[in-house]
T-cell receptor
Framework: GENVEQHPSTLSVQEGDSAVIKCTYS??????FPWYKQELGKGPQLIID?????GEKKDQRIAVTLNKTAKHFSLHITETQPEDSAVYFC????????????FGSGTRLSIRP | NAGVTQTPKFRVLKTGQSMTLLCAQD?????MYWYRQDPGMGLRLIHY???????AKGEVPDGYNVSRLKKQNFLLGLESAAPSQTSVYFC?????????????FGDGTRLSIL
């Protein structure tokens, strides 16, 4: 079956520095790669997504890169701020298939003041 | 616009008791999902629905049942609760067009089985 690996599990960075989280997957049958942010006591919230016909997408301080050949996609957060502290999840989604939705195990990001 | 609303927010059950978790969305989404989240793990899909009157199994369906009698509501039932079902449960909804679409999540139901 599909396997999604997310690294690192925890990440601590100085405020203002950059953070990078990476996910690898084993099945190539996907064209949609979202990232979710989960704050304490809340449900996950989409922060950025990318489709397989592009290699990179940016939204202000957040970017996602996709390498379909190597089967990995990464979340980049620049100029980190205290409000970026949260748990981040990558998600593998099969082609138009609700049954094939697999969350990564999550990365707990802490921003040091 | 409330988005996705889950009730209750917290519940404690005894082993063997039954209960129903309710999810309601006001975005006219076709797809709805139930997940569970355990410590140190990502969310795992329990059941999902692609439209009113239809449901299907996800990754971890055993011990749960669901119903989608109305498009805006998706119910998750535990017929005989077990301690292994202690978890945080999340409901989500999405459009499903030709391509996959983002999911919108509720804030979860924290369930403890004693």
């Amino acid at each position: 079956g599909e396997n999604v690996e997310q690294h690192p599990s925890t990440l601590s960075v100085q405020e203002g520095d950059s953070a990078v989280i990476k996910c690898t997957y084993s099945d190539s049958a996907s064209n949609y790669f979202p990232w979710y942010k989960q704050e304490l006591g809340k449900g996950p919230q989409l922060i950025i997504d990318i489709r397989s016909n592009v290699g990179e997408k940016k939204d202000q301080r957040i970017a996602v890169t996709l390498n379909k050949t190597a089967k990995h996609f990464s979340l980049h957060i620049t100029e980190t701020q205290p409000e970026d502290s949260a748990v981040y999840f990558c998600v593998f989604t099969g082609y138009s298939s609700a049954s094939k939705i697999i969350f990564g195990s999550g990365t707990r990001l802490s921003i040091r003041p | 616009n409330a988005g996705v609303t889950q009730t209750p927010k917290f519940r404690v059950l005894k082993t063997g008791q039954s209960m129903t978790l309710l999810c309601a969305q006001d975005m006219n989404h076709e797809y709805m999902y139930w997940y569970r989240q355990d410590p140190g793990m990502g969310l795992r899909l329990i059941h999902y629905s692609v439209g009113e009157g239809t449901t299907a199994k996800g990754e971890v369906p055993d011990g749960y049942n669901v119903s989608r009698l109305k498009k805006q509501n998706f119910l998750l039932g535990l017929e005989s609760a077990a301690p292994s079902q202690t978890s945080v449960y999340f409901c989500a909804s999405s459009y499903m067009l030709r391509e996959n679409q983002p999911q919108h999540f509720g804030d979860g139901t924290r369930l403890s089985i004693l």
